[in-house]
């Protein structure tokens, strides 16, 4: 099993990235997915979800901003961040619990992939 995460770079506030997490061993679609984030000095945070049936769910900070979509076909998961603002700043990480086809209810990320570092400039 593993995640590999891209689609991390440097923008303006106001701006827009796609995260990418592609994954290697096991179908995306069965499972319970997670973006997370966490900043320098922070404590990690859940940013978004999305499970086998295609249910999604955002942190308070980020609805109406971010995304989580998957390509079936290209066994990915997406992050589309729009509206980019400076504390958006964090190393990205994708996430997959490997026991629950649903998020809710609690989920037990055992898999992470390596991050992917994304920058907003104001």
């Not at 592609?22 to 404590?43: D, I, L, S, T």
């Not at 998961?77 to 729009?82: E, F, G, I, P, T």
């Not at 996430?95 to 570092?117: E, I, M, P």
Request: aromatic share 12%; with cysteine.
């Amino acid at each position: 099993v593993q995640l590999v995460e891209s689609g991390g770079g440097s923008v303006q506030a106001g701006g827009s990235l796609r995260l990418s997490c592609a994954a290697y061993g096991y179908p995306v679609n069965h499972y319970c997915m997670g973006w997370f984030r966490q900043a320098p000095g922070k404590e990690r945070e859940g940013v978004a979800s999305i499970d086998s049936a295609g249910s999604t769910s955002y942190a308070d900070s980020v609805k109406g901003r971010f995304t989580i979509s998957q390509d079936n076909a290209k066994n990915t998961v997406y992050l589309q961040m729009n509206s980019l603002k400076p504390e958006d700043s964090a190393m990205y990480y994708c996430a997959a619990d490997l026991v629950r086809a649903y998020c809710s209810g609690g989920a037990d990320f055992g898999y992470w992939g390596q991050g992917t570092q994304v920058t907003v400039s104001s």
